[in-house]
């Protein structure tokens, strides 16, 4: 399976992003995929699951100005962050979310939010 996340790049505090994540197999039985990121020096975290059944749940981070959504159709899964915070810089990955067990990571998209 491959990850391929994109749509990061520089942004104003206050602005937004939407990131995209096409998977390399059909994603209609995956149960739940993830938004994750990882910042400089710190670990990596789930910030947005969306399930079979398009369910959101999100870190409390991002609640109220992230949406997370998948198209089975394209087998891709999207993030629409909205009043973006300098916090939010990071480094974004899609995938999985399965009791620790991950496909290979991709390279994810870098988000730089500053002024």
């Known amino acids: 399976v491959q990850l391929q996340a994109s749509g990061g790049g520089l942004v104003q505090p206050g602005g937004s992003l939407r990131l995209s994540c096409a998977v390399s197999?059909?994603?209609?039985?995956?149960?739940?995929m993830g938004w994750y990121r990882q910042a400089p020096g710190k670990q990596r975290e789930l910030v947005a699951t969306i399930t079979s059944d398009f369910t959101a749940s999100y870190a409390d981070s991002v609640k109220d100005r992230f949406t997370i959504f998948r198209d089975n159709a394209k087998n891709t899964v999207y993030l629409r962050m909205n009043s973006l915070k300098p916090e939010d810089t990071a480094v974004y990955y899609c995938n999985r979310v399965r009791d620790g067990t991950y496909f290979p990571w991709g390279q994810g998209t870098q988000v730089t939010v500053s002024s």
């Open positions: 197999r059909t994603i209609f039985s995956i149960r739940n």
